[in-house]
């Protein structure tokens, strides 16, 4: 257990669907992630936000729209995915300190599935 | 844009063999983590180095930082099963807001 949680664990979307993955963090951290991990590409970063200001939009498609409402909070909106995006996503968060971003704690993850 | 390549890919080890994964970037970082994932899991922090030519020993690990600080390494002594997963490298560049990660090696051990 990392002090980080995320919901759902499992989910299978249709293309036309809109859901929401949401993120918790414990551990008092100033600083929250999204990434995306695939099968045989590495993590890849896609949103960062420092105290609630998003920071990094690492070139996302609009499909995908984060939000986050408070240091503790993170979630990630999803509306007309493809299946492509199916991918196992990956909240983190870590205490941002003199300019300088330290470890990441991640969550468990959301395995998504896009028919 | 920022590019971390580690190398090899997949390593399978007898138990008891060393390990060593190695990972470079395209541009000087300004500090180096690494994590580890297990099967199914999620990444785990393993340590950050800083310095130039840095060392560092965790038990069976030992971390390197290139003297250039474009290249690390992570070597197990004496592999067991518990270290099996994939192990990332991930470099923070400039002033340290973004987290590159390296394509990972993915290490089995075999009894």
């Known amino acids: 257990e990392t002090g980080v949680t995320q919901t759902p664990r499992h989910l299978v979307m249709g293309m036309t669907n809109k859901k929401s993955l949401k993120c918790e963090q414990h551990?008092?951290?100033?600083?929250m992630y999204w990434y995306k991990q695939s099968a045989k590409k590495p993590l890849e970063l896609m949103f960062v936000?420092?105290?609630?200001?998003?920071?990094e939009n690492n070139s996302v498609p609009s499909r995908f729209s984060p939000e986050c409402p408070n240091s503790s909070h993170l979630f990630l909106h999803l509306h007309t995915l493809q299946p492509e995006d199916s991918a196992l996503y990956l909240c983190?968060?870590?205490?941002?300190?003199?300019?300088?971003?330290?470890?990441?704690?991640f969550g468990p993850g959301t395995r998504l599935t896009v028919l | 844009g920022q590019q971390v390549m580690q190398i090899p890919q997949y390593q399978h080890v007898q138990e008891g063999e060393d390990f060593t994964t190695y990972c470079n970037s395209s541009?000087?970082?300004?500090?180096i983590q690494w994590y580890k994932q297990r099967p199914g899991g999620h990444p785990v922090f393993l340590i950050q180095?800083?310095?130039?030519?840095e060392v560092k020993k965790q038990k069976r690990l030992t971390f390197q930082f290139g003297e250039a600080k474009k290249n690390s390494s992570l070597h197990i002594t004496a592999t067991q099963t518990t270290d099996v997963g994939t192990y990332f490298c991930?470099?923070?560049?400039?002033?340290?807001?973004?987290?590159?990660f390296g394509t990972g090696t993915q290490l089995k051990v075999e009894l």
């Open positions: 936000y420092n105290f609630k200001e998003q920071t």
């Open positions: 551990l008092g951290h100033n600083a």
């Open positions: 991930a470099g923070l560049t400039g002033g340290g807001n973004k987290l590159t």
């Open positions: 983190a968060s870590s205490q941002r300190t003199s300019g300088a971003y330290n470890e990441q704690f």
């Open positions: 541009t000087t970082l300004s500090n």
């Open positions: 180095l800083v310095k130039s030519g």
